[in-house]
């Protein structure tokens, strides 16, 4: 029978989002699987009527064998100076309704600060609404199929040794309330795989997933992209040769070295390739680093939904075939 309402999807979703009876970490972890990045630039924060994604793409990712999703929180223009930069009604109602139709659908669900460009440029100015934020999100009750992420990639102004006490701080907010909530972290630098050894993670917290993002060579991923002052760079190819791979295993394998030492299970939280490169070319690297964070027992997201990096088309109303195909290979 297939459900017809909300109200439906919302009590299969209770169902699914069942406690984690002695569940550990990395339990936890698998229960992230392939996710995919989602609502970070859609301007359904600003105006719920001027949306992109709409309730149905829940469904489409599921369908598509997606077991998460990642949503990219950017709160700080939302929140209130004169009440203690308390978040909005209208941005509690647009997270709520995203929280809940994505575990209606059985979608595990992270909410993601994605402050980071505010944060990198003004730590100083920007801590007491990274502080108030998550005690704001660590009030609320939420599924245990709802994960949090500190901060997405600090970087910039935001050092490793200012970073590191940054995520105690958070972290000890956090577990004020949600003492066995996953919770992901990575180190500076842009959750660079080549500054792990600069990030330090209190041992004793058990319910901690490590984050990297990978996009490694930037030359390649990121070819066309303005913002990186590569947007005259455009036709490098990827072939997927020994060498290339290679490169990725060898990053891999320190980041699998440095969790396994600390008993840390891994989410790559964030890869792909500009849709300026060939496509051929982004198929073969998006293929080749799925399975290799497969191999490794890794989680993996995929950036992103919509947008740009995209794997589904918003005017054509279409998944980008050959992008989903390679995250996702079909049934044979």
């Known amino acids: 029978m297939k459900p017809t309402s909300l109200f439906t999807w919302i009590l299969l979703g209770l169902c699914l989002a069942v406690p984690y009876a002695?569940?550990?970490?990395?339990?936890q972890n698998k229960r992230l699987g392939r996710g995919v990045n989602i609502l970070g630039y859609d301007p359904i924060w600003r105006d719920r009527a001027r949306a992109r994604f709409q309730e149905r793409h829940f469904q489409l990712i599921r369908d598509a064998g997606f077991?998460?999703?990642?949503i990219n929180l950017h709160p700080f223009r939302?929140?209130?100076?004169d009440r203690d930069w308390a978040l909005r009604p209208e941005?509690?109602?647009?997270?709520?309704?995203?929280?809940?139709?994505?575990?209606?659908?059985?979608?595990?669900?992270?909410?993601?600060?994605?402050?980071?460009?505010?944060?990198?440029?003004d730590p100083d100015g920007h801590k007491?609404?990274?502080?108030?934020?998550?005690?704001?999100?660590?009030?609320?009750?939420w599924p245990d199929t709802v994960y949090f992420e500190l901060l997405n990639e600090p970087c910039k102004k935001l050092t490793p040794a200012m970073w590191n006490q940054w995520l105690r701080e958070g972290l000890a907010i956090v577990r004020n309330r949600h003492p066995q909530r996953p919770v992901i972290i990575g180190p500076a630098f842009w959750n660079s795989v080549d500054h792990l050894e600069e990030l330090d993670l209190p041992p004793e917290d058990r319910a901690l997933i490590l984050t990297v993002h990978y996009y490694k060579p930037m030359a390649f991923t990121h070819q066309g992209a303005a913002w990186t002052g590569q947007q005259d760079k455009v036709g490098i190819d990827w072939r997927g040769t020994e060498e290339e791979v290679n490169a990725i295993r060898q990053d891999f394998d320190k980041v699998a070295d440095w969790a396994r030492r600390r008993n840390l299970p891994v989410f790559l939280g964030e890869f792909g390739a500009y849709d300026r490169a060939p496509m051929d070319a982004r198929v073969r690297y998006i293929r080749t680093v799925a399975r290799e964070a497969e191999a490794r027992g890794w989680s993996w997201a995929y950036w992103q939904f919509d947008g740009d990096f995209i794997v589904w088309d918003m005017q054509r109303d279409a998944w980008v075939q050959p992008i989903l195909d390679a995250l996702i290979p079909p049934a044979r």
């Not at 002695?22 to 339990?27: I, K, L, T, W």
């Not at 139709?101 to 402050?115: K, Q």
Request: charged share 20%.
């Open 78 to 81: 939302h929140m209130d100076r």
């Open 91 to 121: 941005w509690w109602a647009t997270l709520h309704w995203a929280v809940s139709n994505a575990t209606a659908r059985g979608l595990t669900v992270i909410l993601d600060l994605h402050e980071f460009n505010a944060i990198g440029d």
């Open 67 to 70: 077991h998460s999703v990642r």
């Open 22 to 27: 002695g569940a550990d970490v990395f339990d």
């Open 128 to 141: 007491d609404r990274f502080l108030s934020f998550w005690r704001q999100i660590s009030a609320q009750s």
